[in-house]
Every structure is written in structure tokens, then in C-alpha cells.
Nanobody, 126 residues
Framework: QVQLVESGGGLVQAGGSLGLSCAAS????????MAWFRQAPGKEREFVVGINRSGSSTYYADSVKGRFTISRDNAKNTVYLQMNRLKPEDTAVYCC???????????????????WGQGTQVTVSS
């Protein structure tokens, strides 16, 4: 069982920046593909970005490409999401996810998630 705990959400003005963290309880964190998803009120959950085990490969949704950056520190069992130039439409609950699977390219967006975090609220005001 892997527990994922997100932190760093909050309220920010449009154009601002926010950083999220997701700490994993597992000592085998480096054996998981990690990703961030988000869900806005009244909308379906959507994929944001994924990163492979070593951190050498990433895949971004078009809506965040060039503004968001995912990274991971396997020594700290943590994955990060740096969000810049935030827009009101980025408002959502952001959840990190862990998968035992291997993915490349757009397959990240369809990953089989084994563990979910509880989510952290990000609100971007206009």
C-alpha cells in the first residue's frame, strides 16, 4: 500500500505561480510512474502531466504545456508540480497518482492508476 499526500495548494491570482508536492510513503517510490490529475467542479477528472521512474521522460497535457513543470526526487519519495502563468481555468483539485505501469507519450494520459492522493485545492482568481 502506498500513501500519497499532496501539499502546496492555495489561492493565487491569474498569472501567478504555485508549487505542489506529493510525498509517497513507499520506499519503492522509484518503481512507480507518477502523474498529476485535476478535477474542476462539475467536470470530469483530467490528466495534467506524467513522469517516468527516473524522471527522464515527461508528458504534458496541451492545456498546461509550457506553463507547468513536473519533477521528482526519488531520494525524498516526492514528486513536484510547478505551475506558472496560472489561469482561472486551472482551478481544480489536483491529485497525484502512482502507477506500476510503463508509459510513453500520450499513453501517460490513459495510465492505470494504482494509488491516488487525496488531492489539494488550487484556486486561481481572475
Amino acid at each position: 500500500q502506498v500513501q500519497l499526500v499532496e501539499s502546496g495548494g492555495g489561492l493565487v491570482q491569474a498569472g501567478g505561480s504555485l508549487g505542489l508536492s506529493c510525498a509517497a510513503s513507499s520506499r519503492t517510490f522509484s518503481s512507480y510512474t507518477m502523474a498529476w490529475f485535476r478535477q474542476a467542479p462539475g467536470k470530469e477528472r483530467e490528466f495534467v502531466v506524467g513522469i517516468n521512474r527516473s524522471g527522464s521522460s515527461t508528458y504534458y497535457a496541451d492545456s498546461v504545456k509550457g506553463r507547468f513543470t513536473i519533477s521528482r526526487d526519488n531520494a525524498k519519495n516526492t514528486v513536484y508540480l510547478q505551475m506558472n502563468r496560472l489561469k482561472p481555468e486551472d482551478t481544480a483539485v489536483y491529485c497525484c497518482a502512482a502507477s506500476r505501469g510503463y508509459y510513453s507519450g500520450s499513453y501517460y494520459s490513459r495510465m492505470d492508476v494504482d494509488y491516488w492522493g487525496q488531492g489539494t485545492q488550487v484556486t486561481v482568481s481572475s
